[in-house]
């Protein structure tokens, strides 16, 4: 469970977001908030990144403190060649936009499809206007086909 003063724990997972702009961006901030309303033992850092420091960045977390990391698509095809393992989505998309690391590994995966496709599913959703327009993969989920 995450504490109350937001502190972090050897217990605590850690995950980077990997951004150009990460700290003008409010997805660690609602991330949070959603990891300490369901007490999940987490926390996302913004990590600004410029792309001629992105390959070093990666590369580095194998040895980091990071269990993971989410990528902001100007950095998901790059990213994509320079994780150890990746999975079948990853790989037939030519991109990830999740790295996990493990033993010194990292592993490539596509979260944001499965988990828009997931909350689209949902008896409870609403607007799936709103859900297109919220993620560049929508066109990718509903037309098999890349920008």
Same mark, same amino acid.
């Given at each position: 469970?995450?504490?109350?003063?937001?502190?972090?724990?050897?217990?605590?997972? #850690?995950?980077?977001?990997?951004?150009?702009?990460?700290?003008?961006?409010?997805?660690?901030?609602?991330?949070?908030? #959603?990891?300490?309303?369901?007490?999940?033992?987490?926390?996302?850092?913004?990590?600004?990144?410029?792309?001629?420091?992105?390959?070093?960045?990666?590369? =580095?977390?194998?040895?980091?403190?990071?269990?993971?990391?989410?990528?902001?698509?100007?950095? =998901?095809?790059?990213?994509?060649?320079?994780?150890?393992?990746?999975?079948?989505?990853?790989?037939?998309?030519?991109?990830?936009?999740?790295?996990?690391?493990?033993?010194?590994?990292?592993?490539?995966? #596509?979260?944001?499809?499965?988990?828009?496709?997931?909350?689209?599913?949902?008896?409870?959703?609403?607007?799936?206007?709103? #859900?297109?327009?919220?993620? =560049?993969?929508?066109?990718?989920?509903?037309?098999?086909?890349?920008?």
């Amino acid at each position: 469970m995450m504490n109350n003063d937001n502190s972090i724990t050897v217990e605590t997972k #850690l995950y980077g977001y990997i951004a150009e702009e990460a700290h003008s961006s409010r997805f660690s901030v609602t991330l949070n908030k #959603l990891y300490k309303g369901n007490e999940i033992n987490a926390m996302i850092i913004p990590m600004n990144i410029r792309p001629d420091d992105v390959a070093f960045t990666i590369s =580095q977390m194998r040895t980091s403190k990071l269990n993971g990391a989410v990528l902001s698509s100007e950095y =998901q095809e790059e990213a994509l060649l320079l994780v150890d393992h990746a999975s079948m989505e990853a790989s037939e998309s030519g991109y990830c936009d999740f790295i996990t690391i493990e033993n010194g590994k990292l592993f490539g995966d #596509l979260i944001m499809p499965r988990a828009l496709t997931e909350y689209a599913d949902r008896g409870d959703f609403q607007d799936d206007i709103a #859900l297109r327009s919220m993620c =560049q993969y929508i066109y990718d989920l509903t037309t098999g086909e890349r920008e």
